[in-house]
């Protein structure tokens, strides 16, 4: 009799890809993927802490499992993620949710599988929340769903401690896989026909640090030496560790995209100095004339956090300056969310929400005309894009270059994994729409 799994995932693509790494070790137990939580024999919530609506999120969707959970006892579900690495986050959930029968953590995902087994012999619920252990674990097999794109986590957890950050707390300290693995792993994926990898960690700048192993910079370069057509995509980078060396490697080779997400969060120094960032608005522009130097067509995203705490208008407008100085081609935006166990959060002069809610609409504002104007500059232009899926709803296929824009077109074949240069006629917002050439 066939057995079904349904993962609910929340937050960032890290989430994604360990998101992957569960339907794994499902589909090593005999389990299939299903479309919804009706038919699954087992549901697996992989959370995320980050911001508030996100645990509100996992919360509201556990509670609407009760019903299904009485309808069917045999049903497993289980939560992990960072929301159950929190201290005390565990305990709270058993007491809110008693129908819940695994809880696990971010350190432990790789003893998912015996986990599972564990308690398909026992009627209680197993709940294991190891701590950081500083060891990487090797070996996972996960089930990817999102050809022709591969992630590959390189790093784990953070050593930054920024404020108003949870993720040293759930993720732990930051620790490198060893480059042969790492190496070894994009060769595979090469060779199964992936075209686009995308290296993984919260701070993929800092690389090797503390080992004998090599830079960021140099295990880019010896991914970007590897044969066959693909391209070569990273994230998340942190300011103070963007170095000329990685500036220089980008600008060598091809298959490294020519796009860079390097969050900026604030364009006060004051308010960088409260969230230790380590460095300042002049340090994030001179960075930017070094990226420029070499490699002047560069599209640069960002992250950029308002409302918090202490932040006052002339840092608010600060931030504003920052983001027409740079030009950024696109970001995210976010209203600080107070994160208990952090340090902002026991920090006075907490903002409004009203405040808040204005200052987030005017950067959304600001952002969404960059973004429209660095779209529309494309229009006439023939542009190569790594086709990715069907919009069904267009009928058309898209795709994004290697800057990161969405570019949509016609074709009677399925261009899912090909490479397509399409002219652009006409400019959406963020997306493209052309003709294939």
């Known amino acids: 009799m066939k057995k079904f799994y349904y993962i609910i995932t929340y937050g960032c693509q890290m989430n994604v890809h360990e998101s992957e790494k569960i339907a794994g070790i499902l589909r090593e137990l005999g389990y299939e993927s299903c479309d919804g939580a009706e ?5 697996v919530f992989n959370t995320c802490c980050i911001r508030e609506n996100a645990e509100n999120h996992a919360f509201g969707n556990i509670g609407m499992l009760k019903k299904l959970k009485s309808e069917n006892r045999n049903m497993i579900i289980a939560v992990g993620g960072c929301l159950t690495q929190q201290m005390g986050k565990a305990d709270n959930l058993k007491s809110k949710f008693p129908y819940v029968d695994i809880i696990f953590g971010t350190h432990n995902l790789h003893k998912l599988k015996e986990l599972i087994i564990l308690k398909e012999k026992q009627k209680k619920a197993v709940i294991q929340i190891e701590e950081d252990s500083g060891v990487v674990y090797e070996g996972d097999s996960p089930f990817r769903t999102s050809y022709p794109n591969a992630w590959v986590n390189i790093t784990y957890g953070c050593n930054n401690f920024c404020s108003y950050c949870i993720v ?12 042969e693995d790492i190496i070894a792993e994009v060769k595979t994926l090469i060779a199964e026909g992936y075209k686009e990898i995308t290296l993984l960690g919260q701070n993929v700048n800092s690389y ?4 004998d192993d090599i830079s960021f910079p140099k295990l880019l370069e010896s991914i970007a030496l590897l044969d066959g057509k693909f391209r070569l995509r990273f994230m998340t980078s942190h300011p103070k560790d963007f170095s000329e060396e990685l500036a220089a490697v980008m ?3 091809p298959k490294i995209c020519r796009c860079l997400h390097l969050p900026v969060q604030s364009g006060s120094n004051a308010i960088l100095k409260q969230m230790n960032r380590k460095y300042t608005v002049e340090d994030y522009l001179a960075k930017m004339e070094i990226l420029h130097r070499y490699i002047p067509d560069c599209a ?7 409302g918090f705490p202490g932040e006052s208008d002339e840092d608010f407008a600060a931030t504003l300056d920052l983001v027409k100085r740079v030009n950024f ?3 995210f935006t976010f209203v600080y969310s107070k994160r208990e166990g952090t340090v902002a959060a026991k920090m006075p002069c907490q903002i409004s929400e009203e405040v808040s809610k204005s200052r987030i609409m005017k950067l959304v504002e600001l952002v969404n005309a960059q973004t429209r104007r660095h779209t529309e500059s494309y229009v006439g232009k023939t542009i190569e894009i790594l086709c990715e899926d069907f919009d069904a709803k267009k009928q058309m296929y898209m795709g994004r270059d290697e800057y990161g824009r969405m570019g949509y077109f016609k074709s009677d074949v399925n261009e899912i994994g090909n490479f397509v240069n399409i002219r652009v006629q006409k400019a959406n917002g963020v997306s493209r729409l052309g ?3």
Not at 168 to 179: A, C, D, M
Not at 300 to 306: A, E, G, K, M, Q
């Open 39 to 43: 038919r699954a024999d087992i549901v």
């Open 168 to 179: 040293p707390y759930v993720r732990g300290r930051e620790r490198s896989r060893k480059s």
């Open 208 to 211: 090797g640090n503390g080992t």
């Open 251 to 253: 600008a060598k080779y």
């Open 300 to 306: 640069v995203t960002t992250d950029i956090i308002v």
């Open 329 to 331: 081609a696109s970001a």
């Open 435 to 437: 003709e294939r050439v």
